[in-house]
């Protein structure tokens, strides 16, 4: 069987970036939309039973085009683990391709005059469906923390934040038990994973938030050059493993 390369310690952080960074654009763009994470809907989808306000259609679908876009995931990717590196160039050309529709649906629209008109929802109903694809990816292929939701990695980050410092304060005391020094490179490696992914997200959102209010919509084209280029990535990688 033909050896598959590891998917880089980078590769993570850089959807953390691109999630982050769609997250602030579509929030500045979309009246106050966060695509990248879907708790924000179900609390909007509930509070519409008792406070109606513009958006309503976005934030009644929102649940289930991120649903669906995690089922389409889960089909491309399939349950052969042999395919799963193919897989994930495919589904990050898919990412690609619904970020364009973001990208297009935003100009023709532009300026857009409320949540309600046909170009924000189609503009918003891309982003979700592109962050759908990518939360679902990164559970099924690449493995690790979450690069769309940051409140579960937050409360890792302290947790294994603590942990470390623990185990080195430990290893201090008993440098020569062999059980401390695993805990130590346990709680090493934990949070080695997990804050390039948190600190990568921060970037994208202040990198998204300053590149649209220079750039306004044509900010998004970086989005769509950066989900092109890892594609681009995936598909080449799968090639010299084939």
């Not at 106050?32 to 309503?56: D, H």
């Not at 924000?120 to 690790?144: D, E, H, K, N, Y």
């Amino acid at each position: 069987m033909a050896h598959t390369p590891a998917i880089p310690r980078i590769f993570p952080a850089l959807l953390s970036l691109l999630a982050g960074y769609v997250d602030s654009c579509t929030f500045l763009a979309l009246f106050g939309l966060f695509v990248a994470q879907v708790t924000g809907s179900f609390v909007l989808a509930g509070t519409q039973l008792v406070a109606a306000e513009p958006g309503a259609w976005v934030k009644l679908l929102a649940i289930p085009v991120f649903l669906l876009a995690c089922v389409v995931t889960t089909a491309i990717v399939g349950s052969d683990p042999r395919r799963r590196r193919a897989a994930l160039g495919a589904v990050l050309w898919l990412e690609t391709a619904l970020l364009a529709g973001l990208f297009i649906a935003l100009l023709v629209g532009a300026p857009l005059a409320g949540p309600d008109t046909p170009a924000a929802l189609c503009a918003s109903l891309c982003g979700l469906a592109a962050m759908g694809t990518q939360s679902a990816l990164v559970r099924l292929v690449v493995g690790g923390p979450s690069t769309n939701v940051m409140t579960t990695n937050t409360s890792q980050l302290a947790i294994d934040a603590t942990e470390l410092v623990l185990a080195w304060r430990a290893r201090r005391a008993k440098p020569a038990d062999p059980a401390v020094a695993a805990e130590l490179a346990r709680a090493r490696k934990q949070l080695d994973a997990l804050w390039p992914v948190a600190l990568g997200f921060l970037a994208g959102t202040v990198t998204g938030a300053l590149a649209y209010a220079h750039f306004a919509v044509w900010c998004v084209p970086a989005a769509v050059a950066l989900a092109g280029g890892l594609a681009l990535w995936a598909r080449a990688g799968g090639r010299a493993s084939g």
